[in-house]
Protein backbone atom coordinates (compact mmCIF):
# COMPACT_ATOMS: atom_id res chain seq x y z
CA UNK A 1 0.00 0.00 0.00
CA UNK A 2 2.92 2.49 0.23
CA UNK A 3 3.24 4.25 -2.74
CA UNK A 4 6.00 6.63 -4.17
CA UNK A 5 5.28 10.89 -4.21
CA UNK A 6 7.31 12.54 -6.77
CA UNK A 7 7.50 16.58 -6.70
CA UNK A 8 7.91 17.65 -10.29
CA UNK A 9 8.98 21.68 -10.65
CA UNK A 10 6.52 22.70 -7.64
CA UNK A 11 5.81 26.55 -7.08
CA UNK A 12 3.95 27.23 -4.04
CA UNK A 13 1.76 31.22 -3.26
CA UNK A 14 -0.49 32.83 -0.72
CA UNK A 15 -1.97 34.87 -2.71
CA UNK A 16 0.81 37.08 -4.66
CA UNK A 17 3.45 36.06 -2.27
CA UNK A 18 5.91 33.52 -3.99
CA UNK A 19 6.48 31.14 -0.72
CA UNK A 20 8.53 28.36 -2.30
CA UNK A 21 10.36 27.97 -5.45
CA UNK A 22 10.82 25.16 -7.96
CA UNK A 23 10.83 22.15 -5.86
CA UNK A 24 12.02 18.65 -7.26
CA UNK A 25 12.34 15.86 -5.26
CA UNK A 26 11.59 12.36 -5.02
CA UNK A 27 10.25 10.39 -1.95
CA UNK A 28 10.41 6.22 -2.33
CA UNK A 29 8.13 3.95 -1.18
CA UNK A 30 8.49 2.66 2.65
CA UNK A 31 10.94 5.35 3.55
CA UNK A 32 11.66 7.99 5.83
CA UNK A 33 12.29 11.45 4.39
CA UNK A 34 13.39 14.35 6.23
CA UNK A 35 12.85 18.03 5.53
CA UNK A 36 14.95 20.06 7.30
CA UNK A 37 16.18 23.66 7.78
CA UNK A 38 15.48 27.16 9.37
CA UNK A 39 11.97 28.51 10.03
CA UNK A 40 10.50 30.29 7.23
CA UNK A 41 11.97 28.39 4.62
CA UNK A 42 8.95 26.48 3.58
CA UNK A 43 9.71 22.96 4.15
CA UNK A 44 6.25 22.95 5.86
CA UNK A 45 4.18 24.60 3.32
CA UNK A 46 5.84 21.91 0.82
CA UNK A 47 4.53 19.08 3.18
CA UNK A 48 1.13 20.33 3.24
CA UNK A 49 1.11 21.23 -0.31
CA UNK A 50 1.77 16.77 -0.29
CA UNK A 51 -2.20 16.24 0.81
CA UNK A 52 -3.42 19.46 -0.12
CA UNK A 53 -4.40 20.68 3.27
CA UNK A 54 -2.59 24.45 2.41
CA UNK A 55 -5.92 25.01 0.63
CA UNK A 56 -7.12 25.50 4.16
CA UNK A 57 -5.73 28.77 3.74
CA UNK A 58 -7.72 31.33 1.33
CA UNK A 59 -5.15 32.16 -1.89
CA UNK A 60 -3.27 29.68 -1.73
CA UNK A 61 -2.16 27.83 -4.83
CA UNK A 62 0.33 25.46 -6.75
CA UNK A 63 1.91 25.16 -9.66
CA UNK A 64 3.79 22.19 -11.02
CA UNK A 65 2.90 18.27 -10.57
CA UNK A 66 2.85 16.28 -7.34
CA UNK A 67 2.67 12.44 -8.69
CA UNK A 68 1.67 9.73 -5.99
CA UNK A 69 2.69 6.58 -8.21
CA UNK A 70 2.30 8.79 -10.96
CA UNK A 71 -1.06 10.16 -10.53
CA UNK A 72 -1.48 14.35 -10.17
CA UNK A 73 -3.19 14.52 -6.70
CA UNK A 74 -3.59 18.35 -8.41
CA UNK A 75 -5.68 16.79 -11.48
CA UNK A 76 -8.65 18.54 -12.60
CA UNK A 77 -10.76 15.93 -11.54
CA UNK A 78 -9.38 15.24 -8.20
CA UNK A 79 -11.24 15.17 -5.26
CA UNK A 80 -9.09 17.03 -2.28
CA UNK A 81 -10.72 15.21 -0.12
CA UNK A 82 -9.93 11.38 -1.51
CA UNK A 83 -6.21 12.82 -1.54
CA UNK A 84 -6.00 13.42 2.03
CA UNK A 85 -8.02 9.71 2.93
CA UNK A 86 -4.80 8.59 0.69
CA UNK A 87 -1.89 10.57 2.47
CA UNK A 88 -2.49 11.45 5.94
CA UNK A 89 -0.88 13.93 8.21
CA UNK A 90 0.36 14.00 11.77
CA UNK A 91 0.77 17.73 13.21
CA UNK A 92 2.93 19.50 15.38
CA UNK A 93 0.92 19.80 18.75
CA UNK A 94 -1.12 16.67 19.09
CA UNK A 95 -4.73 17.43 18.19
CA UNK A 96 -7.04 14.74 19.62
CA UNK A 97 -10.55 15.26 19.21
CA UNK A 98 -11.85 16.78 23.17
CA UNK A 99 -15.22 15.39 22.72
CA UNK A 100 -14.72 11.78 21.59
CA UNK A 101 -13.60 8.82 23.74
CA UNK A 102 -9.92 7.39 23.03
CA UNK A 103 -11.55 4.58 20.97
CA UNK A 104 -13.42 7.01 18.73
CA UNK A 105 -10.52 9.13 18.27
CA UNK A 106 -8.96 6.55 17.03
CA UNK A 107 -11.71 5.40 14.34
CA UNK A 108 -12.91 8.70 13.35
CA UNK A 109 -11.55 8.55 10.32
CA UNK A 110 -13.81 5.84 9.41
CA UNK A 111 -16.46 6.74 11.16
CA UNK A 112 -16.87 10.49 9.94
CA UNK A 113 -16.05 9.03 6.65
CA UNK A 114 -19.29 6.92 7.17
CA UNK A 115 -18.52 3.16 7.19
CA UNK A 116 -18.05 -0.10 8.63
CA UNK A 117 -20.12 -1.36 11.72
CA UNK A 118 -19.22 -1.47 15.20
CA UNK A 119 -17.26 -4.17 15.84
CA UNK A 120 -15.22 -4.05 12.70
CA UNK A 121 -14.46 -0.57 14.21
CA UNK A 122 -13.02 -1.81 17.06
CA UNK A 123 -11.05 -3.98 15.27
CA UNK A 124 -9.17 -1.20 13.68
CA UNK A 125 -8.79 1.21 17.22
CA UNK A 126 -7.26 -2.15 18.65
CA UNK A 127 -4.92 -2.59 14.91
CA UNK A 128 -3.81 0.76 15.16
CA UNK A 129 -3.37 1.53 18.66
CA UNK A 130 -0.94 -1.29 18.91
CA UNK A 131 0.80 0.13 15.40
CA UNK A 132 1.26 2.72 17.04
CA UNK A 133 2.57 1.23 20.43
CA UNK A 134 -0.01 2.82 22.86
CA UNK A 135 -2.43 -0.25 22.90
CA UNK A 136 -0.90 -1.41 26.37
CA UNK A 137 -0.99 2.00 27.81
CA UNK A 138 -4.89 2.66 26.79
CA UNK A 139 -6.45 -0.89 26.60
CA UNK A 140 -8.19 -0.57 30.01
CA UNK A 141 -9.52 3.04 29.16
CA UNK A 142 -10.72 3.02 25.89
CA UNK A 143 -13.52 4.69 26.52
CA UNK A 144 -12.17 7.65 28.66
CA UNK A 145 -11.17 11.35 26.57
CA UNK A 146 -8.57 11.43 24.68
CA UNK A 147 -7.43 14.87 26.21
CA UNK A 148 -6.57 13.01 29.34
CA UNK A 149 -3.68 11.41 28.23
CA UNK A 150 0.39 12.95 28.37
CA UNK A 151 1.40 15.01 25.87
CA UNK A 152 3.40 11.96 24.05
CA UNK A 153 0.27 9.57 24.61
CA UNK A 154 -1.68 12.09 22.94
CA UNK A 155 0.46 12.07 19.83
CA UNK A 156 1.02 8.29 19.57
CA UNK A 157 -2.98 8.68 19.45
CA UNK A 158 -2.77 11.22 16.67
CA UNK A 159 -0.68 8.61 14.71
CA UNK A 160 -2.83 5.57 15.68
CA UNK A 161 -5.88 7.75 14.39
CA UNK A 162 -3.92 8.68 10.98
CA UNK A 163 -2.85 5.17 10.17
CA UNK A 164 -6.61 3.82 11.11
CA UNK A 165 -7.76 4.89 7.70
CA UNK A 166 -4.95 3.38 6.09
CA UNK A 167 -3.34 5.93 4.12
CA UNK A 168 -0.37 5.38 0.86
CA UNK A 169 1.94 7.58 3.15
CA UNK A 170 2.15 9.68 6.23
CA UNK A 171 3.51 13.40 6.33
CA UNK A 172 4.23 14.55 10.03
CA UNK A 173 4.99 18.03 11.27
CA UNK A 174 7.28 18.57 13.49
CA UNK A 175 5.85 15.22 15.70
CA UNK A 176 7.82 15.33 18.24
CA UNK A 177 8.75 19.53 19.19
CA UNK A 178 6.34 19.44 21.56
CA UNK A 179 7.27 16.30 23.83
CA UNK A 180 10.03 15.47 25.91
CA UNK A 181 13.04 13.21 25.26
CA UNK A 182 11.36 10.05 26.39
CA UNK A 183 8.15 10.71 24.42
CA UNK A 184 10.21 11.79 21.43
CA UNK A 185 11.99 8.59 21.55
CA UNK A 186 8.88 6.39 21.77
CA UNK A 187 7.72 8.24 18.65
CA UNK A 188 11.30 8.15 16.51
CA UNK A 189 11.03 4.10 17.62
CA UNK A 190 7.29 4.32 15.96
CA UNK A 191 8.40 5.88 12.82
CA UNK A 192 10.93 3.36 12.31
CA UNK A 193 8.55 0.40 12.58
CA UNK A 194 5.73 2.46 10.53
CA UNK A 195 8.34 2.70 8.06
CA UNK A 196 7.94 -1.53 6.86
CA UNK A 197 4.57 -0.26 5.79
CA UNK A 198 4.66 3.62 5.22
CA UNK A 199 5.97 5.78 2.77
CA UNK A 200 6.76 8.68 5.31
CA UNK A 201 7.56 12.47 5.24
CA UNK A 202 8.87 14.22 8.35
CA UNK A 203 9.55 17.54 8.94
CA UNK A 204 12.01 18.38 11.92
CA UNK A 205 14.13 21.40 13.55
CA UNK A 206 16.12 18.13 15.09
CA UNK A 207 18.80 17.14 13.24
CA UNK A 208 20.00 14.07 15.44
CA UNK A 209 16.72 13.14 14.67
CA UNK A 210 16.84 13.85 10.96
CA UNK A 211 19.78 11.81 11.55
CA UNK A 212 17.97 9.27 13.20
CA UNK A 213 15.11 8.35 11.72
CA UNK A 214 15.20 9.44 8.43
CA UNK A 215 16.28 7.20 4.77
CA UNK A 216 16.96 10.65 2.98
CA UNK A 217 17.19 14.26 3.98
CA UNK A 218 16.08 17.59 2.14
CA UNK A 219 17.91 20.71 2.60
CA UNK A 220 15.46 23.45 2.11
CA UNK A 221 16.64 27.41 2.75
CA UNK A 222 16.05 31.17 1.87
CA UNK A 223 18.38 32.91 -0.71
CA UNK A 224 17.49 35.82 1.72
CA UNK A 225 14.45 37.52 3.33
CA UNK A 226 11.32 37.66 1.54
CA UNK A 227 12.76 35.63 -1.39
CA UNK A 228 11.00 31.94 -1.75
CA UNK A 229 12.29 29.22 -0.10
CA UNK A 230 13.81 26.67 -2.18
CA UNK A 231 15.43 22.86 -1.84
CA UNK A 232 18.87 23.23 -1.98
CA UNK A 233 19.74 19.82 -1.93
CA UNK A 234 18.73 16.13 -1.45
CA UNK A 235 20.40 12.84 -0.67
CA UNK A 236 20.58 9.94 1.27
CA UNK A 237 21.06 10.81 5.38
CA UNK A 238 24.47 9.30 6.03
CA UNK A 239 25.78 11.61 3.17
CA UNK A 240 23.70 14.31 4.09
CA UNK A 241 25.68 14.36 7.17
CA UNK A 242 29.00 13.98 6.66
CA UNK A 243 29.78 14.86 3.43
CA UNK A 244 27.15 17.44 1.76
CA UNK A 245 27.48 18.56 -1.98
CA UNK A 246 26.72 22.04 -1.22
CA UNK A 247 28.22 24.07 1.37
CA UNK A 248 25.26 26.25 2.29
CA UNK A 249 24.05 22.40 3.57
CA UNK A 250 27.07 21.94 5.12
CA UNK A 251 27.16 24.93 7.38
CA UNK A 252 23.52 24.67 8.24
CA UNK A 253 24.22 21.20 9.76
CA UNK A 254 27.44 21.93 11.45
CA UNK A 255 26.02 24.85 13.38
CA UNK A 256 27.31 27.57 11.22
CA UNK A 257 24.10 28.88 10.12
CA UNK A 258 24.29 32.29 8.41
CA UNK B 1 25.34 36.79 80.16
CA UNK B 2 25.47 40.29 79.71
CA UNK B 3 27.68 39.96 76.41
CA UNK B 4 25.51 37.46 74.28
CA UNK B 5 26.13 38.25 70.68
CA UNK B 6 22.90 37.42 68.31
CA UNK B 7 23.92 35.36 65.98
CA UNK B 8 20.04 36.07 64.34
CA UNK B 9 20.75 39.05 63.16
CA UNK B 10 22.06 39.57 59.37
CA UNK B 11 25.48 41.18 59.20
CA UNK B 12 24.20 43.32 56.00
CA UNK B 13 21.41 44.87 55.10
CA UNK B 14 18.56 42.34 53.83
CA UNK B 15 17.86 42.59 49.84
CA UNK B 16 14.24 42.71 50.46
CA UNK B 17 11.96 45.65 51.61
CA UNK B 18 8.68 45.09 53.67
CA UNK B 19 5.60 46.86 51.66
CA UNK B 20 5.90 50.31 51.40
CA UNK B 21 3.51 52.59 53.71
CA UNK B 22 2.18 54.26 50.47
CA UNK B 23 1.02 50.82 49.03
CA UNK B 24 -0.33 49.49 51.60
CA UNK B 25 -2.34 53.07 52.04
CA UNK B 26 -3.29 52.42 48.64
CA UNK B 27 -4.24 49.26 48.41
CA UNK B 28 -6.80 49.48 51.35
CA UNK B 29 -8.25 52.95 49.83
CA UNK B 30 -8.93 50.82 46.03
CA UNK B 31 -10.01 47.91 48.55
CA UNK B 32 -12.73 49.77 50.22
CA UNK B 33 -13.76 51.72 47.08
CA UNK B 34 -14.50 48.12 45.23
CA UNK B 35 -16.26 46.99 48.77
CA UNK B 36 -18.39 49.77 48.52
CA UNK B 37 -19.17 49.38 44.83
CA UNK B 38 -20.11 45.79 45.11
CA UNK B 39 -22.23 46.62 48.03
CA UNK B 40 -24.05 49.44 45.61
CA UNK B 41 -24.29 47.14 43.73
CA UNK B 42 -26.50 44.75 45.38
CA UNK B 43 -28.74 47.25 47.10
CA UNK B 44 -31.11 47.26 44.32
CA UNK B 45 -30.70 43.67 43.48
CA UNK B 46 -31.97 42.58 46.79
CA UNK B 47 -34.44 45.30 47.00
CA UNK B 48 -36.10 43.84 44.27
CA UNK B 49 -36.12 40.68 45.49
CA UNK B 50 -37.02 41.22 48.91
CA UNK B 51 -40.04 43.22 47.59
CA UNK B 52 -41.35 40.89 44.86
CA UNK B 53 -40.58 37.49 47.31
CA UNK B 54 -42.43 39.41 50.50
CA UNK B 55 -45.37 40.71 48.01
CA UNK B 56 -46.08 37.84 45.65
CA UNK B 57 -45.14 34.32 47.98
CA UNK B 58 -48.73 34.44 49.83
CA UNK B 59 -50.20 34.01 45.98
CA UNK B 60 -47.35 31.43 44.73
CA UNK B 61 -48.23 28.78 47.78
CA UNK B 62 -52.05 28.83 46.84
CA UNK B 63 -52.78 25.30 46.35
CA UNK B 64 -54.76 26.48 42.63
CA UNK B 65 -51.68 29.04 42.13
CA UNK B 66 -49.72 26.35 39.53
CA UNK B 67 -52.72 24.43 38.31
CA UNK B 68 -55.54 26.85 37.60
CA UNK B 69 -56.79 29.95 35.65
CA UNK B 70 -58.30 33.19 36.36
CA UNK B 71 -60.96 32.27 34.02
CA UNK B 72 -64.78 33.51 35.38
CA UNK B 73 -63.15 34.80 38.53
CA UNK B 74 -64.36 38.80 39.11
CA UNK B 75 -61.55 41.31 39.47
CA UNK B 76 -61.71 41.23 43.10
CA UNK B 77 -62.25 37.84 43.64
CA UNK B 78 -59.68 36.00 45.30
CA UNK B 79 -58.54 32.73 44.21
CA UNK B 80 -57.48 31.00 41.11
CA UNK B 81 -54.27 31.15 39.29
CA UNK B 82 -51.69 31.87 36.63
CA UNK B 83 -51.31 28.61 35.05
CA UNK B 84 -52.81 29.97 31.53
CA UNK B 85 -50.22 32.55 31.91
CA UNK B 86 -47.41 30.30 32.45
CA UNK B 87 -48.75 28.19 29.52
CA UNK B 88 -48.77 31.27 27.14
CA UNK B 89 -45.41 32.55 28.32
CA UNK B 90 -44.05 29.07 27.69
CA UNK B 91 -45.62 28.54 24.35
CA UNK B 92 -44.66 31.43 23.22
CA UNK B 93 -41.25 31.00 24.13
CA UNK B 94 -40.94 27.30 23.21
CA UNK B 95 -42.22 28.43 19.48
CA UNK B 96 -39.78 31.67 19.62
CA UNK B 97 -37.06 28.77 20.18
CA UNK B 98 -37.91 26.49 17.69
CA UNK B 99 -37.81 28.90 15.14
CA UNK B 100 -34.93 31.33 16.28
CA UNK B 101 -32.48 28.60 17.22
CA UNK B 102 -31.86 26.98 13.80
CA UNK B 103 -31.33 30.16 11.79
CA UNK B 104 -29.41 31.38 14.26
CA UNK B 105 -27.03 28.86 14.14
CA UNK B 106 -27.20 28.16 10.60
CA UNK B 107 -25.78 32.22 9.94
CA UNK B 108 -23.31 31.75 12.67
CA UNK B 109 -22.31 28.90 10.84
CA UNK B 110 -22.13 30.45 7.55
CA UNK B 111 -20.12 33.67 9.14
CA UNK B 112 -17.45 31.55 11.26
CA UNK B 113 -17.00 28.48 8.48
CA UNK B 114 -17.87 29.48 4.74
CA UNK B 115 -18.30 33.45 5.05
CA UNK B 116 -15.51 34.52 6.74
CA UNK B 117 -14.34 38.29 5.02
CA UNK B 118 -16.77 38.11 2.25
CA UNK B 119 -18.57 41.12 1.69
CA UNK B 120 -22.01 39.13 2.33
CA UNK B 121 -20.45 37.83 5.89
CA UNK B 122 -19.48 41.41 6.54
CA UNK B 123 -23.23 42.86 5.74
CA UNK B 124 -24.59 39.57 7.82
CA UNK B 125 -22.68 40.86 10.94
CA UNK B 126 -23.89 44.31 9.84
CA UNK B 127 -27.08 43.71 10.27
CA UNK B 128 -27.26 41.16 13.12
CA UNK B 129 -25.40 43.88 15.38
CA UNK B 130 -28.43 46.38 13.98
CA UNK B 131 -31.05 43.50 14.86
CA UNK B 132 -29.08 43.55 18.40
CA UNK B 133 -29.90 47.38 19.43
CA UNK B 134 -33.99 47.09 17.87
CA UNK B 135 -35.76 47.95 21.11
CA UNK B 136 -39.24 45.26 21.87
CA UNK B 137 -41.42 47.63 20.85
CA UNK B 138 -40.03 48.12 17.62
CA UNK B 139 -39.99 45.03 16.87
CA UNK B 140 -43.50 43.60 17.80
CA UNK B 141 -44.90 47.04 15.82
CA UNK B 142 -42.79 46.09 12.98
CA UNK B 143 -44.40 42.68 12.97
CA UNK B 144 -47.74 44.54 13.35
CA UNK B 145 -46.90 45.97 10.17
CA UNK B 146 -46.12 42.79 8.01
CA UNK B 147 -48.44 40.18 10.34
CA UNK B 148 -51.43 41.63 10.63
CA UNK B 149 -51.70 45.25 8.66
CA UNK B 150 -50.45 43.65 5.26
CA UNK B 151 -51.21 40.08 5.52
CA UNK B 152 -54.39 40.88 7.14
CA UNK B 153 -53.94 38.06 9.58
CA UNK B 154 -55.28 38.16 13.22
CA UNK B 155 -53.39 39.02 16.23
CA UNK B 156 -52.35 35.69 18.06
CA UNK B 157 -49.21 34.50 20.01
CA UNK B 158 -48.02 33.39 17.08
CA UNK B 159 -47.11 36.52 15.94
CA UNK B 160 -46.09 37.89 19.16
CA UNK B 161 -43.05 34.29 18.53
CA UNK B 162 -42.33 36.04 15.38
CA UNK B 163 -41.47 39.17 17.35
CA UNK B 164 -39.71 37.50 19.73
CA UNK B 165 -38.03 35.79 17.09
CA UNK B 166 -36.98 39.20 16.01
CA UNK B 167 -35.10 39.75 19.45
CA UNK B 168 -33.68 36.28 20.30
CA UNK B 169 -32.05 36.04 16.85
CA UNK B 170 -29.06 38.24 17.18
CA UNK B 171 -28.21 36.87 20.63
CA UNK B 172 -28.21 33.37 19.02
CA UNK B 173 -26.19 33.87 16.31
CA UNK B 174 -23.59 36.20 18.31
CA UNK B 175 -22.95 33.60 21.30
CA UNK B 176 -23.06 30.72 18.85
CA UNK B 177 -20.22 32.78 16.20
CA UNK B 178 -18.00 33.39 19.70
CA UNK B 179 -18.36 29.30 20.62
CA UNK B 180 -17.53 28.19 16.94
CA UNK B 181 -14.59 30.84 16.66
CA UNK B 182 -13.17 29.68 19.64
CA UNK B 183 -12.61 25.90 18.40
CA UNK B 184 -9.11 25.15 17.56
CA UNK B 185 -8.56 25.21 14.06
CA UNK B 186 -6.41 22.45 14.85
CA UNK B 187 -9.01 20.35 15.05
CA UNK B 188 -10.71 21.47 11.84
CA UNK B 189 -7.17 20.19 10.18
CA UNK B 190 -7.09 17.45 12.08
CA UNK B 191 -10.52 16.61 10.38
CA UNK B 192 -9.77 17.16 7.27
CA UNK B 193 -6.19 15.37 7.27
CA UNK B 194 -8.26 12.18 8.09
CA UNK B 195 -10.21 12.88 4.79
CA UNK B 196 -13.17 13.92 6.16
CA UNK B 197 -15.33 16.63 3.82
CA UNK B 198 -16.07 20.21 5.13
CA UNK B 199 -19.47 19.96 5.94
CA UNK B 200 -18.99 16.40 7.83
CA UNK B 201 -16.19 18.52 9.63
CA UNK B 202 -18.41 21.25 11.22
CA UNK B 203 -21.19 18.59 12.12
CA UNK B 204 -19.32 15.85 14.14
CA UNK B 205 -16.71 17.79 15.02
CA UNK B 206 -16.73 21.45 15.48
CA UNK B 207 -20.25 21.67 16.97
CA UNK B 208 -19.86 18.86 19.82
CA UNK B 209 -16.81 20.68 20.32
CA UNK B 210 -19.08 23.93 21.02
CA UNK B 211 -21.98 22.70 21.74
CA UNK B 212 -21.61 23.79 25.81
CA UNK B 213 -21.27 27.07 25.51
CA UNK B 214 -23.64 26.92 22.67
CA UNK B 215 -26.58 25.79 24.42
CA UNK B 216 -25.83 28.55 27.39
CA UNK B 217 -26.18 30.94 24.71
CA UNK B 218 -29.49 29.73 23.77
CA UNK B 219 -31.22 29.08 26.35
CA UNK B 220 -30.12 32.48 27.81
CA UNK B 221 -31.15 34.39 25.15
CA UNK B 222 -34.64 32.53 25.67
CA UNK B 223 -34.98 33.56 29.27
CA UNK B 224 -34.69 36.90 28.39
CA UNK B 225 -37.30 37.32 25.49
CA UNK B 226 -39.87 35.54 27.77
CA UNK B 227 -39.94 38.41 29.67
CA UNK B 228 -40.55 41.29 27.38
CA UNK B 229 -43.69 42.76 27.60
CA UNK B 230 -44.04 44.65 24.38
CA UNK B 231 -44.52 42.37 22.05
CA UNK B 232 -47.35 40.55 24.07
CA UNK B 233 -49.44 44.25 24.53
CA UNK B 234 -49.33 44.65 20.82
CA UNK B 235 -50.11 41.64 19.17
CA UNK B 236 -52.10 39.52 21.23
CA UNK B 237 -55.01 39.82 23.49
CA UNK B 238 -55.26 39.04 27.15
CA UNK B 239 -57.22 36.13 27.85
CA UNK B 240 -58.35 34.65 31.76
CA UNK B 241 -58.78 31.18 30.53
CA UNK B 242 -56.60 28.73 29.44
CA UNK B 243 -55.58 28.86 25.18
CA UNK B 244 -53.04 26.17 23.78
CA UNK B 245 -54.07 27.50 20.26
CA UNK B 246 -50.71 29.45 19.27
CA UNK B 247 -52.36 31.03 15.83
CA UNK B 248 -55.60 31.77 16.65
CA UNK B 249 -57.75 33.54 20.32
CA UNK B 250 -56.46 35.48 22.84
CA UNK B 251 -53.54 34.06 24.91
CA UNK B 252 -52.36 35.44 28.34
CA UNK B 253 -48.13 35.78 29.67
CA UNK B 254 -46.90 36.19 32.99
CA UNK B 255 -45.95 39.70 31.49
CA UNK B 256 -49.52 41.00 29.90
CA UNK B 257 -51.00 39.23 33.10
CA UNK B 258 -48.89 41.50 35.38
CA UNK B 259 -49.89 44.94 32.69
CA UNK B 260 -53.24 43.60 33.20
CA UNK B 261 -53.88 43.48 36.68
CA UNK B 262 -51.95 46.56 37.39
CA UNK B 263 -54.96 48.29 36.64
CA UNK B 264 -56.75 45.93 39.23
CA UNK B 265 -57.39 48.04 42.29
CA UNK B 266 -58.35 45.23 45.02
CA UNK B 267 -55.98 43.20 46.86
CA UNK B 268 -57.07 40.19 44.92
CA UNK B 269 -55.49 42.42 41.80
CA UNK B 270 -51.77 43.15 43.94
CA UNK B 271 -51.56 39.51 44.67
CA UNK B 272 -51.85 38.32 41.21
CA UNK B 273 -49.58 40.57 40.32
CA UNK B 274 -46.64 40.17 42.53
CA UNK B 275 -47.57 36.41 42.19
CA UNK B 276 -47.20 36.79 38.30
CA UNK B 277 -43.69 38.57 38.91
CA UNK B 278 -42.24 36.34 41.39
CA UNK B 279 -43.48 33.46 39.20
CA UNK B 280 -41.77 35.01 35.83
CA UNK B 281 -38.41 35.42 38.03
CA UNK B 282 -38.67 31.99 39.11
CA UNK B 283 -38.87 30.46 35.32
CA UNK B 284 -36.31 32.27 34.42
CA UNK B 285 -33.86 31.07 37.36
CA UNK B 286 -34.66 27.73 36.38
CA UNK B 287 -33.93 28.18 32.54
CA UNK B 288 -30.63 29.96 33.67
CA UNK B 289 -29.83 26.57 36.12
CA UNK B 290 -30.61 24.33 33.53
CA UNK B 291 -28.04 26.55 31.09
CA UNK B 292 -25.31 25.94 33.63
CA UNK B 293 -26.88 21.79 33.63
CA UNK B 294 -26.40 21.46 30.59
CA UNK B 295 -23.28 23.08 29.68
CA UNK B 296 -21.84 21.53 32.19
CA UNK B 297 -23.11 17.93 30.61
CA UNK B 298 -21.88 18.80 27.32
CA UNK B 299 -18.80 20.16 28.39
CA UNK B 300 -15.80 18.53 26.55
CA UNK B 301 -13.96 15.95 29.41
CA UNK B 302 -10.62 15.16 30.13
CA UNK B 303 -11.39 12.13 32.65
Not at chain 1, 212 to 232: C, I, K, M, W, Y
Request: net charge neutral; proline share 5%; hydrophobic share 50%.
Amino acid sequence: MAKRLDLKDVDIYYGKFHAVDSVSLAVPPRSVTAFIGPSGCGKSTVLRTLNRMHEVIPGARVDGEILLDGENIYGPSVDPVSVRRTIGMVFQRPNPFPTMSIRDNVVAGLKLQGRKGKKELDEVAERALRGANLWNEVKDRLAKPGGGLSGGQQQRLCIARAIAVQPDVLLMDEPCSALDPISTLAIEDLISELKADYTIVIVTHNMQQAARVSDQTAFFNLRATGEPGRLVEIDDTPKMFSNPTEQATEDYISGRFG
Amino acid sequence: MSTTIDLDKAATAPTFTGISAGRKARNSLATVLMTLAFLVALVPLVWVIWTVVSQGIAAIVSSTWWSQSLNGLLARQEGGGAYHAIVGTLLQGLVCAIIATPIGIMVAIYLVEYGAGTRLARATTFMVDILTGVPSIVAALFVYAVWISIFGLPRSAFAVSLALVLLMLPVVVRSTEEMLRIVPDDLREASYALGVPKWKTIVKVVIPTALSGMLTGIVLALARVMGETAPVLILVAYAPYINFDIFGGNMASLPLMMTVERSNPTDAGADRLWGAAITLILIITIFQLLAAFLSKVTAPKTK
